[in-house]
């Protein structure tokens, strides 16, 4: 079957922003929300094309209509798992992408994407800033926070100037996974501004080791350090 052909992760998101005329109409919470919003669109429509240049592969006009039923059947179960794959895929890398052009189109803040390379004695973040040669901040980067923000626990024991960065206001925090968080040694955390304000009574009052933050704070924050 082979993957689905669609438009590398880089070129829908810049395709994204350039749909949002002026990024200070919004905080840079809800303008990275935007880019997320907009950019899983166009996805979408780049899929929904993939699929269909791939049924027409498949099928002529000599098909007679119960080959083709029983073809598509298949077609259609084999396609299922291509998209769930290629979905789950993508979503996390283009949340690093989203993150460095936010930060960069927003802020006028460098960044470089690194991607993650881990070995027992290692640990390589999502975000370098200002890039990874010249690394002073070091990003890991969630769309959401379901289990595996465990894997970038590492990150505060190798980089000094470190942070967890949530970017989906779909995400599933829950005042349990904010504790396990800084019991388990998260340090830094930044939320969208909405998932902060809807949790923010429980952070103040019961949240000690980790320091928490709006994502709209991420360009001052880093800046702070970058001074």
């Known amino acids: 079957m082979g993957d689905l052909s669609i438009a590398p992760i880089e070129e829908i998101i810049k395709k994204a922003i350039s749909h949002i005329e002026n990024p200070k109409d919004f905080s840079f919470s809800e303008y990275i929300n935007q880019i997320e919003k907009k950019a899983h669109e166009i996805y979408l429509e780049e899929e929904k094309k993939a699929i269909k240049s791939k049924l027409l592969k498949k099928f002529n006009s000599n098909s007679v209509l119960k080959q ?4 598509l ?15 789950r895929a993508r979503a996390g890398v283009s949340s690093e992408y989203i993150l460095r052009e936010a930060l ?4 006028g803040i460098e960044s470089e994407v690194i991607g993650k390379m881990k070995g027992k004695n ?4 999502d975000i370098a800033i200002p890039s990874q040669k010249e690394l002073i ?7 959401t926070l379901r289990e595996r923000w465990r894997e970038d ?9 470190s942070a967890f960065v949530c970017i989906s206001e779909d995400t599933d925090v829950s ?13 830094v955390l930044f939320l969208p501004d909405a998932v902060y304000e809807k949790h923010k009574e429980y952070i ?13 704070d991420l360009p001052t924050w880093i800046r702070s350090i970058l001074s």
């Open 68 to 71: 083709i039923l029983e073809e």
């Open 153 to 161: 626990i590492s990150i505060f024991k190798y980089y000094p100037n």
């Open 122 to 125: 290692s640990y390589y973040p």
């Open 204 to 216: 103040k009052n019961n949240i000690r080791k980790m320091k928490v933050y709006k994502l709209s």
């Open 104 to 107: 960069l189109r927003y802020a």
């Open 137 to 143: 901040i070091a990003l890991a980067v969630k769309r």
């Open 175 to 187: 005042e349990k996974k904010l504790k396990d968080m800084e019991i388990e040694g998260i340090k």
């Open 73 to 87: 059947a298949d077609l259609i179960q084999k396609l299922s798992v291509i998209i769930a794959n290629t979905r």
